[in-house]
């Protein structure tokens, strides 16, 4: 079946410690998303890609940079997380910049010790 | 600043009743209209896709747009227990980013045997 996957299932890291959360797809989608999730929250674009175009969302800290070295996947990188930091981190694809209806992977819980 | 806008609940229904879940918006040329169920833990699953007024119809789930009066809905008939979720409102961010969307707080549900 074609989905969206994403490893680690969940991540603990240390104050400070650099962590890359990876996500790959199996649907040949143009687009991928990373959004950042907290508790009784709405799902917070990260940034995104049309193929190798990189979208940034204007508040995304600094601290935060993505790679996709092809189109299955997609790389997040925290360079010195913060215990703010904490949270579902979720990738998703859609078919292409006109299409609007996203597909999520199973999500990354990130905790920050 | 583009809204979505949803009642937190949580909404509390017997099982075999119709839920019903609001939400409003905010930008009047938004186009695309979706629905997702987020379980506790889990990341958001795609359960409905509207694009024009009136309702559309998929098993136990029914969504009805109003573009004039910017309100879509989600009814869910004979609910089940497994229904008990947060149900995420999401609406195309048509003046922004090409493809984004833009996410309400989600409504939790609760269905209670």
């Known amino acids: 079946d074609a989905m969206v996957i994403q490893n680690p299932r969940y991540q603990v890291t240390q104050f400070g410690k650099p962590v890359t959360l990876s996500c790959s797809q199996t649907l040949n989608h143009n687009v991928m998303y990373w959004y950042q999730q907290k508790s009784s929250q709405a799902p917070k674009l990260l940034f995104h890609y049309y193929d190798k175009d990189f979208n940034n969302e204007a508040d995304t800290p600094d601290n935060f940079q993505s790679r996709r070295p092809n189109t299955s996947f997609c790389f997040l990188d925290i360079r010195s997380p913060g215990l703010g930091d904490a949270a579902m981190y979720l990738c998703?694809?859609?078919?292409?910049?006109?299409?609007?209806?996203?597909?999520f992977g199973p999500g990354t819980r990130l905790t920050v010790t | 600043q583009k809204e979505v806008e949803q009642n937190s609940g949580p909404l509390s229904v017997p099982e075999g009743a119709i839920a019903s879940l609001n939400c409003t918006y905010s930008d009047r040329v938004s186009q695309s209209f979706f629905w997702y169920r987020q379980y506790s833990g889990k990341s958001p699953e795609l359960i409905m896709s509207i694009y024009s007024n009136g309702d559309k119809e998929d098993g136990r789930f029914t969504a009805q747009l109003n573009k004039a009066s910017q309100y879509v809905s989600l009814l869910i008939r004979d609910s089940q227990p497994s229904d008990s979720a947060t149900y995420l409102c999401a609406v195309g961010n048509y003046g922004g980013s090409q493809g984004n969307l833009i996410f309400g707080k989600g409504t939790k549900l609760s269905v209670k045997p």
């Open positions: 998703a694809t859609s078919r292409d910049r006109y299409s609007y209806e996203q597909y």
